[in-house]
Every structure is written in C-alpha cells, then in structure tokens.
Antibody, heavy 112, light 115 residues
Framework: EVQLVQSGAEVKKPGESLRISCKGS????????ISWVRQMPGKGLEWMGR????????NYSPSFQGHVTISADKSISTAYLQWSSLKASDTAMYYC?????WGQGTTVTVSS | QAVLTQPSSLSASPGASASLTCTLR?????????IYWYQQKPGSPPQYLLR?????????GSGVPSRFSGSKDASANAGILLISGLQSEDEADYYC?????????FGGGTKLTVL
C-alpha cells in the first residue's frame, strides 16, 4: 500500500525557519515525483511545486518560487518542504502527494 | 482569468445525479488534457477519484465507486465529473486539476451539498 506520512503540526513565530517532511512507503520512492500542495484556512488547493526524488530535480509554481525550497533524501524515502523565514501568511495546511495518494497533512501556524 | 473555473457550490437531492463542471480558460483546449478529480471532506486530505481524457484514456481511483465518472463537453471546453445515485456521504468539496505547462493547476473547487 502506497503511503505518505507527514511530520506533525508546527507552531512558529514570524521570521523563524522550518522544515516539514513527508516519508513515502509501499512503492519505489525514486520512481515518482512528489508534489507539495498548500491549503490556507477555508480555501482551495494550491500546487507549490514538485521534486523528482531520483535526482532531486525540482520545479516550482511561480507563486512559490523563491519562497520555499523542496528537497528529498532518497536514502530515507523522505521529501521536505522548507522555509527560511516564515510569515503569518504561511499559516496553512500543507500536503504532499504522489500517485494519487496524499499525506495526512501538516498544519503550520505562524503567529507572534 | 483562471486556468480552471469551477462553480463554487452545487446542491442536489439524494438519489439524483450531480454534474460538476471544470471549465478551461479560453485558448486551452480541453481535448488535449487529462482532467483529474479529487474529493475532500472536512478535516481530511483530498482523495483521488479519477482522471479522464477520453473513453480510451481514463482511470478510476482505487476503490472509487463506478457511480463517479468523468467526461468532457468540448463545446463548453469543460471537464465534467458526474456523480449518480447521490448519497449523503458524497457531500464534500470537489477539485479538478490539470498539468499545464509543467505545472499542476487546481480549480477553485465546488462545494457539493446533498439535501
């Protein structure tokens, strides 16, 4: 069974850095791209970007390019989404997804 | 103009059919795209329902009932998710998605109410 398990909820202050994770299992991790999707409170789905875990090639939505970094460690079948300086507007649920399977989501709250 | 436009809400009665539309922006031809559909219930991640490009290029998500089906209306430049035999459990948000210019694009979502 394909599964994506994400790291737990985070509460951060503006300006802090953060990395959340997404661990894949039940499939060949390096064979399929993993995407990250944002869902702000009460809003729709927004694609942020994706990574090819085999070589860590990425492509980003123009809306998120330069604001986040997507990476992966294929040795532990894990993809990451990170911020160097969080803003209150980054408060949202973040999902990873591949092969039609979605992680359970990671809630990120940024508040002073 | 958004790449994908969905009506914000739709209501239908139990047992009836509901047709959810996903209209592509002018200049983007629905015929060339696989359209993916997702269902999201409150407090849960989206669930993959199906993808549809043509009758010869379609895929049903694992465990998704056959009363969920996809089609297209070329004249309206739209993808359609048809849900037949509506049940109360079908009440949810539904999102369409395409891959366009190497980017994934979601529609704004339709909130389906079954009443």
């Amino acid at each position: 069974e394909v599964q994506l398990v994400q790291s737990g909820a985070e509460v951060k202050k503006p300006g802090e850095s953060l990395r959340i994770s997404c661990k894949g299992s039940g499939y060949s991790f390096t064979s399929y791209w993993i995407s990250w999707v944002r869902q702000m409170p009460g809003k729709g789905l927004e694609w942020m970007g994706r990574i090819d875990p085999s070589d860590s090639y990425t492509n980003y939505s123009p809306s998120f390019q330069g604001h986040v970094t997507i990476s992966a460690d294929k040795s532990i079948s894990t993809a990451y989404l990170q911020w160097s300086s969080l803003k209150a507007s980054d408060t949202a649920m973040y999902y990873c997804a591949t092969l039609g399977v979605w992680g359970q989501g990671t809630t990120v709250t940024v508040s002073s | 103009q958004a790449v994908l436009t969905q009506p914000s809400s739709l209501s239908a009665s139990p047992g009836a059919s509901a047709s959810l539309t996903c209209t592509l922006r002018s200049g983007i031809n629905v015929g060339t795209y696989r359209i993916y559909w997702y269902q999201q219930k409150p407090g849960s991640p989206p669930q993959y329902l199906l993808r549809y490009k043509s009758d010869s290029d379609k895929q049903q998500g694992s465990g998704v009932p056959s009363r969920f089906s996809g089609s297209k209306d070329a004249s309206a430049n739209a993808g359609i998710l048809l849900i037949s035999g509506l049940q109360s459990e079908d009440e949810a948000d539904y999102y369409c998605m395409i891959w366009h210019s190497s980017a994934c694009v979601f529609g704004g979502g339709t909130k389906l109410t079954v009443l």
